[in-house]
């Protein structure tokens, strides 16, 4: 965490030490044993892709121009459109309807809402290429694994999958298991399924 990030002051960075220190726990970095354990690997990225494949995930992180909703992931009411910079198009932008939290409403909610980059689509991958897909750079944001780790377990908006409000269901395992989980698929050498 830079100071920058908490405003430049002091007391601003105190308290994003304060807020950081509520977020979801990280385990400890490890280093992978030679070689990996590609059973034990893939085994819980078989578990991982059941997250990712999960309504609550697939609706932003698809490969249409649009955004998708509800558990069938049917395209998003009224027209909804990508646009440039993936928060919608202009006098349609996700944060018009979207705000910063669950409405009463049935809207959903959290910070920065929208979709993922295309780069970042995982409709209709395979394991392998799921797998293959949150490593590379190119594809994932330019984030290392541990970034990649730290992102599922401390983003808002990845957060929101498991408080998703209304009759919305989150996805099978809690978010500290989908952590752990990461954590166990990375320290045995980060292999998806079979190519």
Known sequence: MRLS?????????????????????????????????????????????????????????????FPRQGTELRPHDMNVRRGA?????????????????????????APHWALAPLSMGWEGLDDHQLAEALKDRAKNGNRSLEDTLRHFAEDPLVGWAWQPGGDRQPPPISRQELVRLLREWIDTGAYGGQP
Do not use: Y
Not at 22 to 46: C, I, M, Q, W, Y
Not at 92 to 99: G, K, L
């Open 5 to 65: 990030d908490w405003g430049g002051s002091p007391l601003a960075a105190t308290l994003g030490i304060a807020l950081a220190a509520t977020a979801l726990a990280v385990p400890k970095e490890s280093v992978p044993p030679a070689g990996g354990d590609p059973a034990r690997s893939r085994a819980a990225f078989a578990e991982i892709a059941q997250v990712l494949r999960h309504p609550r995930c697939i609706a932003c992180h698809t490969v249409t121009d």
């Open 85 to 109: 910079d993936n928060h919608g198009v202009t006098a349609m932008r996700c944060a018009s309807c979207h705000t910063d939290a669950n409405q009463d409403s049935g809207v959903p909610g």
